[in-house]
């Protein structure tokens, strides 16, 4: 089976409509296929998001109201006072709602008209959504509940190339966020680019930002996973340290045997 064959099946697969030999056939060819692999990737998502939608079509006035909102929403942003953050945060999840509804329907037109150029306009449509969802975990960001702040950070895991300006928001979350649960969500979330070297270097300065021995022991166990032997430095100043916790010392000197 050839990446045409595959793609003009893909959406029976993602909705199991396919019979059992051209399901044999896909799978074959997807273990070889990152190409293939990550469209499936794209429609699925995008099918749950028409599915969330329920698939009703939004008007050209909802189309352009929207848009005029969020506009001018934004450029009161840089003016607004921090006790006006709460109507920030509740608009951008009500446009986040309408935007995905116009964006689900948008791509339940171009699922079910098929045709060759649809895979590309497919992926605009994604990129739209990664976009409205980075906007919503900013806001959920500044909340005051710890748990809504976790959920936020919990949404960077569904995005494939996250903007600079997310990467930075959650560094900055895992070395200010009051809540150290939301520290140790934000090292979780992390991890997934650690590949970046921006960002390994700034979670090896995390250490000394980290006085929680749940958070300081897990950025030590992320040091180790990723055999980050620059960290070396940072465990031992943790053992020499006489105000920490004998486990996060323990944790350290188990650590640093790994990367020395």
Request: glycine residues 4%; hydrophobic residues 40%.
């Amino acid at each position: 089976m050839k990446c045409k064959e595959c793609q003009e099946l893909m959406v029976g697969y993602a909705q199991e409509e396919l019979n059992a030999q051209e399901k044999e056939q896909y799978e074959i060819h997807l273990q070889n296929c990152n190409d293939c692999q990550s469209k499936l990737r794209e429609t699925k998502e995008l099918l749950n998001i028409i599915d969330l939608s329920s698939a009703v079509e939004p008007s050209s006035a909802l189309r352009s109201e929207f848009m005029d909102s969020l506009n001018i929403e934004k450029s009161r942003i840089g003016a607004q006072k921090v006790r006006e953050v709460n109507f920030s945060k509740n608009f951008y999840r009500i446009a986040a709602a309408v935007a995905l509804l116009i964006i689900g329907y948008s791509a339940g037109t171009l699922i079910s008209h098929g045709g060759d150029t649809d895979t590309n306009e497919l992926s605009e449509l994604k990129k739209e959504v990664q976009s409205m969802k980075q906007m919503v975990m900013m806001s959920m960001l500044r909340d005051e509940s710890a748990s809504e702040r976790i959920q936020a950070v919990n949404y960077v895991e569904g995005f494939d190339e996250p903007s600079e300006e997310v990467i930075e928001t959650l560094l900055r979350t895992l070395n200010e966020d009051e809540s150290p649960n939301v520290r140790r969500a934000a090292i979780n979330a992390l991890e997934k680019f650690a590949y970046d070297e921006h960002v390994r270097l700034m979670l090896i300065r995390s250490f000394e930002f980290q006085t929680d021995p749940v958070v300081q022991i897990t950025l030590i166990d992320l040091m180790v996973d990723l055999e980050e032997k620059r960290a070396a430095k940072k465990f031992q100043q943790l053992i020499d340290q006489e105000d920490i916790e004998k486990i996060v010392k323990n944790q350290a000197e188990i650590g640093l045997q790994f990367l020395i």
